[in-house]
């Protein structure tokens, strides 16, 4: 089995070395920190993340509606089992695979998507090639169960790429396929088509495990498992060329460490023979913090970080894909969460959730028209900007830092949370909310030292603002013409 293993290793990195044009990187932890995120994707700030796939045909709970329609038990506030078979029948009759022809994605339009995209302000494009279910939603060799031999019959993720590059913006995609390893495990302790082993190459490996037990062990992967897992990934690379990379958790298991590192020198070294920077996203301790871009789900940092990193979450609070019932974020939420993670050097990922058919709901497509609208105006404090000498300042503070999840329990900002970024010799102040009364910045008072300041404006207004610089703080009479009822930015002008 070590055997097997080193070989395929070996294999992909001579392929690569024959491939390209140098192999600037090898799979070795010191090799790989070379590595330097594309100014590309410093400058983008925000992307769409798009959760879309067989689970959107029960459109119930969750994503993780293939998991959970196995065990009798309530997850996440809803008992997916119960439902399954009150709706569809009992699992050895009716089961996840039996949803794949009922997902039709009859009136996608990847150019349409794309064009919205385009509206909400949003630079890059990240659709999940595979999830945990372990359907593809691409043109793979590796497996029968993808959208283009089964469902759609759909290159979902080639018609993306082709249209995300079309309209000028960068495409990557996204793997969550480790996670199949224990994914359908649930159906195998009881009558259920998990067992029949006609499905045993969609369903399978199926290991019984809890990932969120943290009092046991996982099963092992096999170099069998982890090779399919590599190829995969390759492969995706090879036909997509992906410019970002999105890995989920769990990729950080010990026995998954020489392919992790294979994977990335094979990807890092497509750059030269591409001639485009790639960037790989990782949650957890999956790689170290100069080899790729860190990413935390839902959630922030309290403090600036050394290199880029990112916030995945979501429009929706429930859930990643479609269901019924969804409770949407607000734009002037998602707004200030973006104006927040850019001024920590944080780029924002935001995910939609189409349904089944192709359409996003009226909802979403609202929310990111609003945020491409506030962009439009405001974008110049957010595009091509670095931190400042400090993130911001303000009474509201993120809960925890690196923590995923922490969303959760963000209060609400006031127009006192201020938050800066900096570009062409500008400083921008964003308040994360519209001020009603004096705006007062201490981090700009005299005594602070950082600059005297000789202009101040309000970006989509010419109204010539009242201001006045103290050592206690820079204060500026607030506006009654604010173009946008969201947070507004100021663009401040140092002598």
Known sequence: MRIRTNLILVFLLLFTSSAVKSQTYQASWESLSKYQCPDWYKDAKFGIFIHWGVYSVPAFGSEWYARWMYKDT??????YFKHHVKTYGSQDKFGYKDFIPMFKAEKFDANEWVELFKKSGAKYIVPVAEHHDGFAMYNTALSRWNSVKMGPKRDIIGELAEASRKQGLIFGLSSH????WWFMGEGTKFNSDVNDPKYADFYGPAKVYNPFDTTTKAPLMTAEFMNDWLLRCTELVDKYQPQIFWF????EQPELEPYRKTFAAYYYNHTELWNKGVVLNYKNKAFPENVAVFDIERGSTKATKKYPWQTDTSIGKKAWGYIEGEDNKTPDEI???LIDIVSKNGNLLLNISPKADGTITPE?????????????INGEGIYGTRPWNISGEGPTENPADDIQFNEYNNKK???????????????YAFLLDVPTEKVSITALSKIARQGNVEKIELLGSNEILKWSQSKK????EHSKNNPLQNAICYRITLK
């Open 335 to 337: 707004i200030d969460a």
């Open 473 to 476: 703080a820079l204060e500026i």
């Open 177 to 180: 396929r480790i996670e199949h």
């Open 413 to 427: 900002y006031t127009a006192k949370d201020i938050r800066f970024t900096t570009k062409a010799g500008f400083v």
């Open 74 to 79: 309530v997850a996440w506030g809803n008992n």
């Open 248 to 251: 989920d958790w769990w990729i």
């Open 364 to 376: 979403q497509t609202n929310v990111l028209l609003e945020i491409g609208k506030w962009l439009n």
